[in-house]
């Protein structure tokens, strides 16, 4: 039985117990048989002593009778109660083992005189006149007595011989003591032998610590015999159970178990929940095994899926590069006699007379649509460079002062031909910065081309300028009070060939290209551009430069510390 097992503390408990109840049993079984036993030798010595009172008693009461003869003649004949009660203490000791005793301060007889506790007993006796009884257990020469006495007063019948006055001598020839009535006049010692009482307790003592030590064997080992049977067998069986159960073996078998009550029940539930788990267990191996062969079947689909949306992929990328590859070589093929068209419009139109209008007319309107296609074809292009990754940005310290005038040369006259109140302000002083100015001309171009042509006549067009200290960067404000745009169309305006509205294209013209080509040119200098505005009401534009932007050699954006001034 291990030290940990639930028996061996049971047991060590309950024997402790046990072993604890029984002693305490046991000390106050002995106490009281002691007691019992006092009291009964006490009541024993009373009765003798009693006796031994009445003897005395008569004969005082007879004194007359015994010492005067019929003719009323006086002889003392040695009768008197003190000489009657040692004649028949004698005889009583010579029948029993008891030894009784007359005894007072200065006994006339030495065998009379007191022994060391008579003395304190007649002591106690003087001190205090209402002590009735004094006893005590006292080992004489190695033998165990119990000692008792009772005090004697002196009464009528005493005073004859040991009253007043002292030293006058008595009829049996001793000097009286001078005794009062009531006066302490000795007492009566009784000493009984204790052998058999001690006898009796020690064997009653044996008798009751061995049915002790006979009842404590049979407690524990009935005790340990139910435990084991009940509880101890029954949960290792259990214990074993959740064992197997815990190594993954749910054939179980709990159905013989020898159990009662709760653990049964326990054991019941165990089986119950080791016979589901075991169901569940095969159904989900089942499971498991469809839902992977699923799995295997979709992964395998998924894979296809993925090499061909991978091939298409490739295929639209070579597309793509020969889409702008055939847009750039397009573009620029039709440049060149797009420009020769321009400036043999411009020439025609010098050389025709003032007042042929209607050729005058046809000649300006082939010049403006050629710009327009210009414009067209030189977003076109730039926007296919930059998808080819040939666009190459020629950063230079520039002064955002030259870049707004130069705005300003080309967007003044429009504006004052639509009657447009256009201005410029620099809300504070901006740094130089390093970046293309032909490019973020460019931006700011397209933003302030936008603002005339889609604000009505007798509008407002303003380019504001500003830097913000904490971002360490350079704002361009582009704003207007035009036609504005709703705010669900405000997330796609940056897509190519993105217009609000279909019918803005015939009213308004123009490509859908300018603010994607914007957003490119800014985010090519680590920039950014936003809008914010309300359907005709207006909107501004804005176009923020960082300082701290540098091109990577490759033509990557990257940041260093570089700051433009
Ligand atoms: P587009 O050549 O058509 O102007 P953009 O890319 O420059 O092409 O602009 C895309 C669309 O964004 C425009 O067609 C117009 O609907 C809207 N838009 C751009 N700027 C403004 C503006 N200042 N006010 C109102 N709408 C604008």
């Known amino acids: 039985m291990s030290r940990q097992n639930l028996s061996y503390r049971f047991m060590l408990a309950t024997t402790i117990t046990i072993v604890i109840v029984m002693l305490a049993n046991f000390l106050w079984e002995y106490h009281q048989q002691q007691r019992q036993a006092y009291m009964e030798l006490q009541e024993k010595a009373g009765v003798i002593t009693l006796q031994l009172l009445a003897t005395r008693e008569f004969i005082a ?21 003190a000489a009657v009660g040692t004649g028949t203490s004698e005889i009583f000791g010579q029948w029993t083992d008891y030894k009784i005793k007359q005894t007072r301060f200065g006994a006339r007889n030495p065998l009379n005189r007191p022994d060391e506790f008579e003395m304190a007993a007649l002591q106690s006796f003087s001190r205090n006149p209402h002590l009735q009884e004094v ?11 119990f000692r008792y006495m009772i005090p004697l007063y002196a009464n009528e019948s005493c005073l004859p011989c040991h009253g007043e006055p002292a030293g006058c001598i008595d009829i049996a020839g001793y000097p009286r003591e001078g005794y009062r009535l009531g006066d302490l006049a000795g007492a009566i010692s009784v000493l009984m032998p204790m052998d058999i009482f001690i006898t009796n307790l020690r064997s009653n003592t044996y008798r009751h610590f061995g049915f002790t030590l006979v009842l404590l064997g049979l407690c524990l080992s009935s005790i340990y015999l139910l435990l084991n049977r009940l509880v101890t067998n029954p949960l290792s069986r259990l214990k074993e159970a959740a064992v197997q159960v815990g190594q993954g073996d749910l054939n179980v078998d709990l159905r013989g178990i020898d159990a009662r009550g709760e653990i049964k029940e326990l054991a019941v539930q165990f089986q119950d929940m080791a016979d589901q788990l075991r169901e569940l ?20 689909e998924l894979k296809e899926k993925q090499e061909a949306l991978e091939a298409a992929n490739r295929e639209l990328s070579i597309l793509n590069r020969h889409k702008s590859q055939f847009l750039a070589t397009m573009s620029h093929e039709l440049r060149t006699p797009l420009t020769s068209i321009i400036a043999f419009a411009e020439l025609l139109q010098q050389q025709l007379p003032e007042d042929d209008q209607t050729n005058l007319q046809n000649v300006e309107e082939i010049r403006t649509n050629g710009e327009n296609l210009l414009v067209l074809i030189n977003d076109l292009l730039d926007l296919a460079q930059i998808e080819a990754g040939r666009y190459q940005l020629r950063p230079e310290t520039m002064d955002l002062v030259d870049v707004i005038d130069s705005v300003e040369r080309v967007i003044a006259p429009l504006a004052m031909q639509k009657n447009i109140d256009f201005s410029t302000e620099f809300l504070r002083e901006v740094p130089l910065v390093k970046a293309d100015p032909e490019k973020i001309r460019r931006a700011v171009l397209n933003l302030a081309g936008n603002a005339i042509k889609f604000t009505p006549e007798g509008g407002q067009v303003k380019i504001a300028v500003d830097f913000d200290q904490e971002a360490q960067q350079i704002l361009v404000m582009v704003s ?9 169309d405000l997330a796609y305006i940056f897509e190519r060939f993105r217009q609000v509205d279909s019918s803005n294209v015939r009213r308004y013209r123009g490509s859908g290209l300018g603010l994607a080509l914007t957003k490119e040119l800014m985010e090519m200098h680590g920039g950014w551009v936003g809008v914010t505005s309300e359907p005709n ?15 990577g050699e490759d033509g990557d954006e990257e940041k260093d510390n570089f700051v433009g001034g």
């Open 135 to 145: 006893w005590d257990q006292q080992i004489i020469n190695g033998k165990h007595y």
């Open 537 to 551: 009401k207006g909107s501004t534009f804005t176009l923020g430069l960082p300082l701290g932007w540098s091109q």
């Open 281 to 300: 267990y095969s159904n989900l191996e089942g499971q498991v095994e469809k839902r992977t062969e699923e799995l295997t079947v979709a992964n395998r």
């Open 480 to 488: 207007d009070t035009g036609i504005g745009i709703k705010e669900e």
């Open 61 to 81: 009461r007879n004194q007359d009778r015994i010492n005067y003869d019929a003719h009323g003649h006086f002889e003392f004949k040695g009768l008197n109660p």
